[in-house]
């Protein structure tokens, strides 16, 4: 593993800038897992609480499983395609006021140089370079002006890890009903072996965010359970208390 000195070189800076930066589906995955993971154990709590038959949670949760969570993928797949439509847009618009108003962009470089510091013959030549070339004034603009990172996700990406992660943090808490309907008696109490395989799947994605951000594992994966937990002990108590209208 190269050390951090090495990943410093000259050869090696030009070789990562070089690069163009990708973007993260992290929060998509995490968001779909989550998700999956408390909808469809509320309703297996739900259903469980309101003490129905076996092979109603597992309808119901697979029913869940495949609309809620395409549902989700889509509402993602069309939040960011509305992202990147936006972000378009905007380019446009400061590709036309690069034109029209060529004057007053080369003012808005200058300001927002010289509140980096930037002053004189030193804010003057920035000013310059940047503004030759108009793609490259364009981009500076999109960035320091509208706040545009430089990666711009992928809308099929992004509602494919959605899905994806729904799907399999999604199934845990299902899984269980799905076993003892298949093997009768092998399975004592699938209602908490399906608490304990949800409990699972929110450390999981607890631990996976963790090992990304920087962040402790056993805070992510317990701050990811609470939350998850919570949610599912509603379900748990509404179904509880429905359970003579069932």
């Not at 036309?96 to 003057?124: M, S």
């Not at 030759?132 to 545009?148: I, Q, S, Y």
Request: aromatic share 10%; with cysteine.
């Amino acid at each position: 593993m190269p050390s951090l000195a090495d990943e410093h070189t000259a050869k090696a800076v030009a070789a990562r800038l070089d690069r163009a930066p990708s973007p993260s589906y992290l929060r998509d995955f995490i968001y779909g897992g989550v998700d999956g993971a408390v909808t469809t154990f509320a309703v297996v709590a739900g259903v469980a609480g309101a003490d129905l038959d076996e092979k109603v949670v597992i309808i119901l949760g697979g029913a869940n499983l495949i609309a809620d969570g395409f549902s989700m993928a889509v509402s993602n797949f069309l939040g960011s395609r509305a992202e990147r439509q936006q972000r378009e847009k905007a380019r446009r618009e400061e590709e036309r006021q690069i034109r029209l108003v060529p004057d007053g962009e080369r003012e808005e470089i200058r300001q927002i140089f010289a509140a980096k510091g930037f002053e004189g013959r030193d804010l003057e030549r920035v000013v310059d370079v940047i503004t030759a070339d108009d793609d490259r004034w364009a981009d500076t603009m999109m960035c320091e002006e509208l706040g545009f990172g430089a990666t711009e996700p992928n809308e099929f990406r992004a509602a494919f890890a959605t899905f994806a992660a729904f799907l399999l943090i999604g199934f845990l808490p299902v899984i269980t009903f799905v076993y003892d309907l298949a093997a009768p008696g092998h399975l004592g109490h699938a209602f908490a072996w399906s608490a304990l395989m949800t409990a699972v799947g929110f450390l999981a994605v607890g631990a996976l965010k963790a090992r990304f951000v920087d962040q402790s594992r056993w805070r992510s994966s317990l701050e990811t359970l609470t939350v998850g937990g919570l949610a599912a002990a509603l379900a748990y108590a509404a179904g509880a208390l429905l359970q003579g209208i069932a």
